[in-house]
């Protein structure tokens, strides 16, 4: 399959405005393994091969478990995950489904539980950016492994 647009070529400040917010998310403190596992699951929502070869490929560098990995798209159900990974989750489908979801009170009071303001934004942050990334990814048919 080839890419319907090259996208770092026809709008390259759009792109490196996005990896600035992808830069600020790296260094924000959240931690880097429950942001990939929350990159992977909205992935998976949204049907994106690129995101999700991307982010399976940097949580087994991470040292993910293929076990966890395999539980990702069924996290409710499975023992694999603590309680903050599973508000993450909760919170990055609520967001990712907003026309359906409206980001619910119950599932925003469980990732605060869990989560610091400065944490929650930051997570707010990341789902917000990945669902941009998998957009543009799978609008424009970028296959997994091209330089973007």
């Known amino acids: 399959m080839?890419?319907?647009l090259q996208l770092s070529t026809v709008a390259p400040d759009a792109v490196e405005a996005l990896r600035g917010v992808s830069r600020y998310l790296r260094q924000s403190g959240l931690d880097q393994r429950l942001?990939?596992?929350v990159f992977t699951r909205v992935s998976q929502i949204n049907?994106?091969?690129?995101?999700?070869?991307?982010?399976?490929?940097?949580?087994?560098?991470?040292?993910?478990?293929?076990?966890r990995l395999d539980h990702v798209a069924a996290w409710r159900e499975s023992p694999l995950f603590d309680a903050r990974e599973k508000a993450a989750f909760a919170w990055a489908e609520a967001l990712t489904h907003l026309a359906a979801t409206h980001a619910p009170?119950?599932?925003y009071e469980q990732v605060r539980a869990v989560f610091s303001d400065k944490e929650l934004a930051d997570l707010t942050v990341?789902?917000?950016q990945i669902n941009s990334w998998n957009r543009l990814m799978v609008g424009f048919r970028v296959p997994p492994g091209v330089r973007v």
Not at 56 to 66: M, P, V
């Open 105 to 107: 009170d119950d599932v």
């Open 47 to 67: 049907g994106c091969t690129f995101c999700l070869d991307m982010h399976l490929r940097e949580l087994r560098r991470l040292g993910e478990t293929n076990d």
């Open 2 to 4: 080839q890419a319907r």
């Open 35 to 37: 942001m990939e596992l």
């Open 126 to 128: 990341a789902i917000a």
